[in-house]
């Protein structure tokens, strides 16, 4: 089947109410050119995702707005402060968490320990026993040992310590990999309710039909380019194309 027209026009200016707002995005591992010009925004309150097929660039986008590349050209503003430029550690405090796929759990310290970890950078952040309503699973374990958990619960353990830090934004990457269909719903119920508290949130998320139940705006990305946007109202009509995109 042939693929779609690329249906995305040149980026436009920044809108006004652009919490982040990413335009002619360059990045590189070492000699690796990975991203070509991303252009993409999301708006305060919104949750967001980057779908495409595996080595499109959508991970090392979340860590070129977190400073964790090796070398980033282009524009990330958030909040209206440019990131180009800066450090990982002063982009967190400006209010950005991101939630690695490996999830990151420390293996000598407990549930509890993990949890308290990562400073709080920003009044506003969840209480520890906030998190546990969110996650009833960590309450129950919080003296396990972090690497004892089931996948699923180091999941939860992970995204519940950036919910501490009173970061503004979220850059979520794969939540779901791995897990059981049971498990995965309970992320998606809790990604609901986080967006539901305010939080704006960018996933990356190979399963487009979890994708699909939690977003407002899915775009497409494909060698290092953004090169469509589709908004949830407009998803079942434009599934042929998402298919063929993700080539399924």
């Known amino acids: 089947m042939a693929e779609p027209a690329r249906k995305m ?21 070492g000699e690796s050119h990975i991203l070509h010009g991303m252009n993409f925004e999301v708006k ?11 080595g499109a660039g959508k991970t090392t986008t979340l ?22 430029g800066l450090p ?27 949890l308290l970890l990562p400073p709080m950078i920003r009044p506003g952040g969840m209480s520890v026993a906030e998190i546990h309503t969110l996650f009833p699973n960590l309450k129950e374990r919080e003296k396990s040992q972090g690497t004892k958990l089931s996948g699923g ?3 939860m353990l992970a995204i519940g310590r950036i919910l501490r830090t009173g970061a503004e934004m979220l850059l979520l990457d794969e939540p779901t990999e791995g897990l059981a269909p ?15 508290k305010g939080f704006t949130i960018l996933l990356v998320e190979q399963n487009f039909r979890f994708a699909a139940t939690v977003a407002d705006r899915f775009y497409v990305v494909e060698h290092g380019q953004v090169i469509d946007m589709i908004p949830r109202e407009k998803l079942e009509a434009r599934m042929g194309d ?5 080539g399924v």
């Open 88 to 114: 990982s550690h002063r982009i967190a405090r400006l209010g950005l968490a991101f939630c690695p796929e490996e999830r990151g759990i420390f293996a000598s310290l407990n549930v509890a320990e993990n």
């Open 153 to 155: 619960e180091q999941q």
């Open 63 to 84: 860590k070129s707005i977190m400073g964790i590349v090796g070398q980033r050209k282009g524009s990330i503003a958030f909040a209206g402060q440019e990131l180009v």
């Open 242 to 246: 998402v298919e063929n995109y993700l």
């Open 44 to 54: 305060k309150g919104e949750l967001v995702t980057l779908i495409g097929r595996n």
């Open 9 to 29: 026009e040149p980026a436009p200016a920044p809108a006004g109410d652009a919490l982040l707002a990413v335009r002619d995005l360059h990045s590189w591992y």
């Open 182 to 196: 049971v498990i995965i719903e309970q992320i998606g119920n809790a990604i609901r309710k986080m967006k539901e």
